[in-house]
């Protein structure tokens, strides 16, 4: 059964930086559409970045020039890295996996279970 596992999450100061890595087991990343998903409390699952079958990347507007999506396809991993983190940042983040490019969280049929970022003030 194909599973995605996050890790890398914690808790970082306002202007820090984290790196989210993915491992993805009984699936293979170069065959899917990769994507990295947040939620706040009270807020909807929202994507933040992807990177296509082609390798081409994706960003959400609010994350733009200061996260960058990698995929190392000979590890089978995704990673998130995120620099100058801002408290509106806090959320969990979640690794998904899509056959077609998405950009709801609806057309994505693998998760992880997630990770917990907060961005302290």
């Known amino acids: 059964q194909a599973q995605l596992e996050e890790s890398g999450g914690g808790l970082v100061q306002l202007g820090g930086s984290l790196r989210l890595s993915c491992v993805a087991s009984?699936?293979?990343?170069?065959?899917?559409?990769m994507g990295w998903f947040r939620q706040a409390p009270g807020k909807e699952r929202e994507l933040v970045a992807t990177?296509?079958?082609?390798?081409?990347?994706y960003y959400t507007d609010s994350v733009k020039g200061r996260f960058t999506i990698s995929r190392d396809i000979a590890k089978n991993t995704v990673d998130l890295q995120m620099y100058s983190l801002k408290p509106e940042d806090t959320a969990v983040y979640y690794c998904a996996a899509s056959s077609r490019w998405y950009r709801d969280a609806s057309g994505y049929s693998y998760w992880g279970q997630g990770t917990q970022v907060t961005v302290s003030s």
């Open positions: 990177v296509a079958l082609g390798g081409t990347t």
């Open positions: 009984e699936l293979t990343i170069s065959l899917y559409n």
